[in-house]
C-alpha cells in the first residue's frame, strides 16, 4: 500500500481510509480488527531521528529502540482506549514520519507480531 501522505508499507491485510481530525492518516485493517494512523512533523522542528524518536516514545511512557537500519521502533499500551500501538520512527526529506499500528488489546496476540513486520517495510518520501 502507498498513501497520500508519503508513506508506503507491504501487509497482507485489507485496509479502508477513514476522515481524521487528530492524524495525517487514518485507516481501519480486516474491518476494524486493528488500525494504522500516521503523523507529520516538520524535520526543522526536531535536531535529529534520533531526538525525534526520544521524545514521541516518551510522551507514551515508552522507549524507543534503534532497529539495525537505523529506524526506530516503540510499543505501549493506552490503559484508557483500551489498545496496544507498535510504532515506527522515520525520516523522510522534508518530515519525521510516526507511523503507529494498534488493536485492541484483546487483539494483540494475533496482531502483534505482524505489527513488528509490516512496521519494517514502512518506507517513507
Same mark, same amino acid.
Given at each position: 500500500?502507498? /498513501? !497520500?501522505?508519503?508513506? $508506503?508499507?507491504?501487509?497482507?491485510?485489507?485496509?479502508?481510509?477513514?476522515? $481524521?481530525?487528530?492524524?495525517?492518516?487514518?485507516?481501519?485493517?480486516?474491518?476494524?480488527? /486493528?488500525?494504522?494512523?500516521?503523523?507529520?512533523?516538520?524535520?526543522?522542528?526536531? @535536531?535529529?531521528? !534520533?531526538?525525534?524518536?526520544?521524545?514521541? *516514545? @516518551?510522551?507514551?511512557?515508552?522507549? *524507543?529502540?534503534?532497529? *539495525? !537500519? %537505523?529506524?526506530?521502533?516503540? $510499543?505501549?499500551?493506552?490503559? @484508557?482506549?483500551?489498545?496496544? /500501538?507498535?510504532?515506527?520512527?522515520?525520516? %523522510?526529506?522534508?518530515? /519525521?514520519?510516526?507511523? *503507529?499500528?494498534?488493536?485492541?488489546?484483546?487483539?494483540?496476540?494475533?496482531?502483534?507480531?505482524?505489527?513488528?513486520?509490516?512496521?519494517?517495510?514502512?518506507?517513507?518520501?
Amino acid at each position: 500500500y502507498t /498513501f !497520500d501522505v508519503g508513506f $508506503s508499507v507491504t501487509m497482507k491485510a485489507t485496509l479502508a481510509e477513514q476522515e $481524521s481530525q487528530m492524524n495525517d492518516f487514518y485507516a481501519l485493517g480486516n474491518d476494524g480488527e /486493528f488500525a494504522i494512523i500516521c503523523n507529520l512533523e516538520p524535520l526543522a522542528d526536531y @535536531e535529529s531521528l !534520533d531526538e525525534y524518536a526520544k521524545l514521541a *516514545a @516518551e510522551s507514551n511512557n515508552a522507549t *524507543a529502540e534503534k532497529a *539495525a !537500519d %537505523g529506524n526506530y521502533f516503540f $510499543s505501549y499500551i493506552n490503559d @484508557e482506549q483500551g489498545y496496544h /500501538f507498535y510504532t515506527a520512527v522515520r525520516q %523522510g526529506a522534508e518530515n /519525521f514520519y510516526r507511523v *503507529a499500528f494498534y488493536c485492541p488489546l484483546d487483539n494483540w496476540s494475533f496482531y502483534g507480531d505482524d505489527f513488528a513486520q509490516w512496521a519494517e517495510t514502512v518506507t517513507v518520501q
